[in-house]
């Protein structure tokens, strides 16, 4: 990014802790079992049971991932019966937006993880899905090489000089 003669380089900043929007998503959604309730949602389990027997979380760690993505606004209870109480649970536009993470999650798995895939999706056009990342703006494919990084709003930041080559 030049700016009147400066290079903001992020490898190039103070050692601390990045302010990130990764961790931040993380840290609702990086849990164990977090990602495989979504999953199980957006397959269209949405009874505790269900997600509990699908995932083989414990009831305990569940309840613990359903509260915590309910509380982030990912994951909306429904009530289905009155007596004795049970709910649903459902994926709000913000759990529904998570879709192209699992994919890509999947796509990878498949390739890295597993000998076999244990689940293939199929799109509407009857070929399985795969998560490539492009630019809204252009469409052209997003990969490491094809993007920088620079420091959001609020950060401070080291500005080096293009011209000399020296912090400042």
């Not at 389990?45 to 915590?68: C, E, N, P, Q």
């Not at 990084?149 to 400042?168: E, I, K, M, W």
């Amino acid at each position: 990014m030049a700016e009147h003669g400066t290079e903001i380089v992020m490898a190039e900043q103070p050692l601390r802790v990045r302010p990130c929007s990764i961790a931040a998503a993380l840290g609702i959604v990086g849990e164990r079992w977090s990602l495989q309730a979504i999953r199980e949602m957006g397959y269209g389990v949405h009874r505790f049971a269900r997600i509990a027997a699908y995932t083989g979380a414990s009831r305990d760690m569940l309840a613990d991932r359903l509260r915590k993505l309910e509380n982030a606004g990912l994951v909306e209870r429904r009530q289905y019966s009155e007596h004795p109480p049970r709910f649903e649970y459902h994926l709000t536009q913000a759990g529904q937006e998570l879709f192209p993470v699992l994919l890509a999650l999947q796509d990878w798995g498949n390739t890295w993880a597993v000998a076999e895939p244990a689940v293939q999706l199929v799109h509407d056009c009857g070929h399985p899905p795969h998560a490539v990342p492009t630019c809204r703006h252009c469409g052209a494919p997003v990969t490491p090489e094809s993007v920088t990084a620079f420091p959001g709003r609020g950060v401070s930041v080291v500005r080096r000089d293009d011209s000399d080559g020296t912090s400042g």
